[in-house]
């Protein structure tokens, strides 16, 4: 009778191991995959990385072989499709296992009403220069009071700013939970408004109003009109809406301008846009479409010191990928197109 109880005891002991062990096994097998798992989506997202960075390099190559007097947004560093050029070159392009594109969303359409996204390059110089606009271009910002303006040009140290102004900046700085000092020199970087009194991170980067998930262009914030780079000259060619108001042009002169640059088929970076030469000589240009009436005459020739029709420097987003994957890996270079020492990507955000 024992024989038989001590068999049963190293039975039951024996299941329990094996199902102990078979436990185990499981487990390492489940531990295993996973690290393949983690394993390969680190691959992955390594090739999506350099996918990305081979947009930057396109997006180079394009830009260094512009040699154009002038920059507009059918060029192809703004808009490189196979609809103007017969063939894309920042649109969908694989390289090995991975692929590419730079491409961004133009103000929405004055005349259709539809988004445009193009597949390029944005210009910086088609945006107001934080560190450069005076105090009148500020307030004609989207949701921008006269306040927080005197505060963006107290933050940058513009030497007209009165002292009772300073001081009461510095008061409020000062008397922050985690205070800080007011810089007094200009901006680096669009970012750093968020210490700017009054700015707030949704007046920056938008509200997402329709709740999609994403912040799309009737929802952008001041980033989208705001740059530090360039000489403070805005390009007439690539200024959208909400530019050419804040400098001063009446809604009529925003529409001939606009007007003008779609061309005959009404779409913005089209083979068929026309563009401005020269800022000396945009009166003339109008002639050829909706003439200028004295007072618009006189109003384009006021705000020429603050037109060209040129650019420098370029925003290029590249959204890099895998095929049949939904790792994704995003970088914004800012590059410089005519950099003197031979190092033209002046900013690189992952």
Known sequence: MKRKNNNGTILIITSWVITLLAAIALSVTYRMRMELKLT??????????CAAKAGVVQALSVLNQDASAYDSLNEKWSNYSAELYG?????????????????????????????????GMQDEERKININKATQDVLESLPGMSSEIASSIRAWRGDADVTQDILLKEDMYYGGLEKPYKRKGKPF????????????????????DLDSDGTINVNESGLSKYLTVYGDGLVNLN????TVLRAIGFTEDLVYKILRYRNGYDEILGTADDA???????????????????PEEDNLMNAKKVFLKVTSRY???????GIAASSVKSCVVAILDKESEDGNQIVKWQE
């Open 188 to 207: 680096d970087c669009v970012e750093e408004l968020l210490l700017v009194r009054g700015i707030t991170q949704e007046m920056l980067s938008g509200k």
């Open 275 to 293: 563009v401005f030469t020269d800022v000396n000589s945009v009166s003339n240009a109008f002639s050829y479409t909706e003439p200028l009436t």
């Open 87 to 119: 063939v894309n070159l920042f649109k969908d392009i694989h390289v090995g296992e991975g692929v590419f594109n730079v491409m961004y969303a133009y103000d929405r359409d004055l005349f259709s009403g539809s988004q445009q996204i193009f597949y």
């Open 40 to 49: 390969g989506n680190e691959i992955n997202k390594a090739k999506a990385y």
């Open 238 to 241: 690539t200024a959208d809406t």
């Open 314 to 320: 370029y925003m290029a987003y590249v959204e890099g």
